[in-house]
């Protein structure tokens, strides 16, 4: 068994610049690595991500960039000790459409690999929707939108 899911989010804007706001550390900390993104995602790079709502760096391994296509990178699975492969494809669906696809695996084939794999299908489905309400509406959706009791700067997490 492989443990892989896949989400889409049809967003209404051109590819190039849906895709832009994907590899743009601008543009991705507007609505989803919300405290900040050492770099764009560019074929071979290390990239670190952080959100204000999540303590610690995320490092990335960026392995392919086609622009206005795709974006492939690996980074830690949750439970640590090995990577999982994520692979973000672009479509456009028409001048002002883009269909956005992630998916993502490599899991382990045990339960915090699978508790892990739902954990991730449920924050890719997020970023798309965050991605989608920046790029179609102006607004960083992300914000607040998590609890954290552990963050220090966060009012009930003292």
């Not at 045990?110 to 991730?120: A, H, I, R, T, V």
Request: charged content about 25%; some cysteine; aromatic content about 14%.
């Amino acid at each position: 068994m492989d443990l892989k899911f896949q989400i889409q989010t049809k967003i209404q804007k051109p590819v190039a610049e849906v895709f832009d706001a994907v590899y743009n550390p601008k543009k991705i900390t507007q609505y989803f690595a919300t405290e900040s993104a050492s770099g764009p995602l560019d074929d071979g790079a290390k990239v670190i991500w952080r959100f204000a709502d999540y303590p610690g760096d995320v490092p990335l391994s960026v392995k392919k960039v086609v622009p206005n296509a795709l974006i492939v990178f690996e980074w830690t699975a949750m439970e640590g000790g090995y990577d999982t492969h994520v692979e973000m494809k672009f479509e456009p669906l028409g001048p002002e459409e883009t269909l956005v696809s992630i998916s993502e695996g490599n899991w382990k084939e045990n339960q915090k690999g699978l508790d892990s794999s739902y954990g991730n299908c449920y924050g890719w489905m997020q970023m798309s929707c965050c991605l989608k309400a920046y790029l179609e509406y102006g607004i960083n959706l992300r914000k607040g939108f998590f609890y954290n009791p552990k963050l220090e700067n966060h009012p009930k997490g003292k």
